[in-house]
């Protein structure tokens, strides 16, 4: 396959992916903000989540408040914003008009439809309606192009790329959602809070729709250990990281070629580590650490994907 096509279809993938998890992010962030909360500890959770995902920077830049509406405003809709859910929308129908000829037709009509639907939903009418209806909108659009990426393609190399580009950005969200929920959560806990508690873990569940799964797999209360082990070692919860690197090494695999052996090595080591880990060990030293590792890890697993099998960046 050519370099270009694998480069517009991972990256068509990963765009899609990226809005349906900040619509999970978000809309979690809206079930929090139900709760009684001071203005100090709403402007701190949105600036934890802002750096967390690597847009505090370019926020900042553009404003000198952090609040609820200002935030909102720039991950949904700020067109000059890259990492927009907009702009994530047109950057993945950008991505597939390039290589149209390699998608099949009910694929481009399920992305294109999305990004002409998406500029129905102005700020304006979700002032009036609440949030909720444009995040299960992203999810359902998001859910639907990969359900016809799977139903519909050759299962070829254009059929592998599409889904490398989904799993390597799921896992790196992830990541990005346990991190800042997990410590946020826990710097906020007091004994005399467990009802607020529960209802913020289960927030957090609900946000990787794994909350019905964290009930059949442990039955019993919420703790944070079990969160983390359910979203990086359960092998069998489609949003962990351990079931994600079983696919990012499966498809480098399907697609290595004479350069990739050592990000293939990598890969494999990975998942490897997440599928005899203990969450005990992972917890030994505390999470943190072993997030921004683990992160680490997916960047440059990211990094070398492009250098191995896409087109160079060009400054």
């Excluded at 639907?144 to 799921?170: K, N, P």
């Amino acid at each position: 396959m050519l370099s270009r096509t694998a480069d517009h279809v991972y990256w068509m993938a990963r765009y899609m992916e990226r809005a349906e998890n900040l619509a999970r992010i978000l809309d979690v962030h809206h079930r929090m903000s139900l709760l009684p909360q001071s203005a100090g500890e709403i402007e701190r959770q949105w600036t934890a989540t802002l750096d967390i995902m690597g847009m505090l920077g370019a926020y900042r830049a553009q404003h000198d408040v952090i609040d609820t509406d200002t935030v909102m405003h720039f991950l949904m809709f700020d067109r000059d914003n890259p990492s927009s859910i907009v702009s994530c929308l047109r950057a993945a129908r950008e991505n597939a008009h390039t290589v149209r000829g390699t998608l099949t037709s009910e694929l481009w009509e399920a992305i294109n439809a999305t990004w002409l639907k998406v500029n129905d939903f102005a700020p304006s009418r979700l002032a009036e309606t609440g949030p909720t209806e444009f995040f299960d909108w992203v999810k359902y659009r998001s859910h639907l192009s990969r359900g016809v990426t799977v139903g519909t393609m050759l299962r070829d190399e254009a059929f592998h790329f599409t889904r490398l580009g989904t799993f390597i950005e799921r896992a790196d969200n992830t990541l990005r959602i346990l991190d800042v929920k997990y410590h946020l959560l826990r710097g906020a806990h007091t004994p005399n809070d467990a009802a607020v508690d529960y209802y913020q873990w289960s927030a957090l569940l609900h946000s990787v729709s794994a909350f019905e799964i964290y009930r059949r797999v442990y039955r019993d209360q919420i703790t944070p250990s079990r969160v983390a082990e359910l979203l990086l070692l359960r092998p069998d919860m489609p949003r962990s990281l351990a079931y994600c690197m079983r696919e990012v090494y499966g498809l480098l695999q399907a697609v290595a070629n004479g350069r990739s052996a050592e990000t293939q090595r990598r890969a494999g080591e990975f998942e490897a580590s997440l599928r005899f880990g203990r969450i005990e060990e992972l917890m030994r030293d505390g999470l943190h650490p072993y997030l921004d590792s683990a992160l680490e890890r997916i960047l440059d697993l990211g990094q070398r994907i492009s250098d191995d099998f896409l087109v160079p960046v060009t400054t």
